[in-house]
């Protein structure tokens, strides 16, 4: 089982990536597949809060590494 909360650092949703928790055991699959609607509500609440920290860093960084206007970067240093 997965849940997962998708992070978009531009408004043209790109690039596109997720913040995950997943169950990797039978156990941790019975306690997502347990949680009461309230537990999951909550459990998404702290994936949301989460990703947008982790936007906050990969969006700097995303700014940082974005190519001057008029020039274009293929990652070979040309």
Not at 61 to 66: F, L, V
Request: aromatic share 6%; proline share 5%.
């Amino acid at each position: 089982m997965e849940l997962a909360k998708d992070l978009f650092l531009t408004d043209a949703r790109a690039p596109y990536l997720a913040l995950v928790l997943g169950s990797r055991d039978l156990d941790a699959h019975r306690l997502l597949s347990a949680l009461t609607p309230d537990e999951e509500r909550a459990l998404h609440a702290a994936l949301a809060t989460a990703a947008a920290s982790v936007r906050e860093v990969l969006a700097a960084a995303w700014a940082r590494q974005a190519p001057e206007p008029g020039t274009t970067s293929f990652g070979c240093g040309t």
